[in-house]
């Protein structure tokens, strides 16, 4: 019983950081250099026009933009989708990166994801 009660709890707690645009993967690879390609794939709750997965970004962990992916048209047909970010120039001391989604009407309200430069 203390089991299934903390399996319960654990898919509620991830339920409720859930938001309209979520990062659900990355996949990272070095383009040449400093120039990177970004994989991502995003699950949002797009509705039309009006209320959509419009923009992913890759940041540094302190919050500095490195490169951003405008999304012009909902997805809400195509749940979960990936789109790829190319030559984003991140600096050799940069090791981790975050990436974000941002929701139309929503803003940044979503899972994120930490991810680790191979």
């Known amino acids: 019983m203390k089991r299934w009660i903390a399996v319960v709890a654990m898919a509620l ?3 409720a950081l859930a938001g309209e645009a979520d990062v659900v993967a990355v996949k990272p690879t070095r383009e040449s250099g400093n ?3 970004f994989d991502v794939t995003l699950k ?3 509705r039309g026009w009006d209320y959509y997965a419009d923009a992913f970004e890759v940041l540094t962990p302190d919050g500095r933009l490195l490169g951003r992916r405008i999304l012009y048209h909902p997805h809400e047909t195509e749940q979960p989708f990936t789109r790829e970010l ?3 120039k991140i600096p050799s001391e940069v090791k981790t990166v975050v990436v974000r989604a941002r929701h139309k ?3 940044y309200d979503g899972a994120t994801m930490t991810v680790r430069l191979p």
């Open 13 to 15: 707690a991830g339920a």
């Open 44 to 46: 949002s709750n797009d």
């Open 86 to 88: 190319t030559g984003v």
């Open 35 to 37: 120039s990177w390609r």
């Open 105 to 107: 009407p929503r803003g």
